[in-house]
């Protein structure tokens, strides 16, 4: 208990500093050969939110590692809404990520089920949109209200209000869901895998695939693990003190590691064209006698 003491207080904003800086730089590079591939489909898709939501968790993750380096070296003094939001950062970061997560899953489900409806309906648009209102939302009354917090009561009553919700209610209730989604894809994709379809599709259903599979191992499971012996303390529950203080660090290398692999999936590869001589066979048979 005491080594996950130590990590909590001195070596977890190293990691996560360090974690979510490549995941952000590796999101940013593959939104830009995202969007600068050439396509027939309009940019704004689920992929596209996705990568943001990334990004978006990552600089909020590297913000509250800032901020503790910053009131560690007393170049900051504990203000009290920069420690309010170093609170509520984590669970504001895994809950937009997990959306982003929720909706990939869910536009591949509909792809895949609605392959001609779907392009005529622009559904992957407007899922785009959607989770991108959302996660905006989310993220901007956070900010607003943690600003305000000493100003006003009413955003001290939001702050108060969010983060037992989200940790609790919203953030377990979004993976049961995405779950619940991903085991639908995944059956989907196993029927699928070996029909023909384009090869940005199969790079996103990759993509997806990836990201349900470091999902599950590395946040659904621990996550299901720590809510069962919560809800049910039955036995020895010492190891939930040595568990829970690594859940953040296994749910940044779970959005590392998807964002490596997308990054991987979208790179530009080499064009190689087989050129076929055939001369010599051409020649045989103006030599042959007729």
Known sequence: MVGA??????????????????????????????????RKSHPLGMLFVFLATNIVYGLLNISVSVIQFLVKKRLVRGIFYLIMWNITSPQLSEQVASLGGTFLALDRVLIMSLTLRYTRWRIGVRLAI???????????TMIASVRLVEAIEFCFQI???????????????TLLVQGIFDTIFCVQ????????????SKQANHIALFQVVSHTFLCSIPQLLLMVRVLFPVGDTKWLFYAVPY?????????LLTSLFTLYKLRPKKVTLKICFYTSIVWKYKKKPY
Do not use: D, M, Q
Request: glycine share 2%.
């Open 5 to 38: 003491v130590i990590y909590k207080a001195r070596y977890e904003p190293i990691c996560l500093f360090v974690i979510c800086s490549i995941t952000v730089v590796s999101s940013v590079l593959s939104l830009l050969l995202y969007v600068s591939r050439p």
């Open 130 to 140: 959607i989770c991108s209102l959302i996660n905006t939302v989310l993220v901007v």
């Open 159 to 173: 702050v108060l209000f969010f983060n037992p919700k989200v940790k609790y209610y919203a953030f377990p209730g």
């Open 189 to 200: 994709f196993w029927k699928h895998s070996k029909k023909h379809r384009s090869s940005s």
């Open 247 to 255: 859940y953040e660090l296994l749910f940044s290398i779970s959005v």
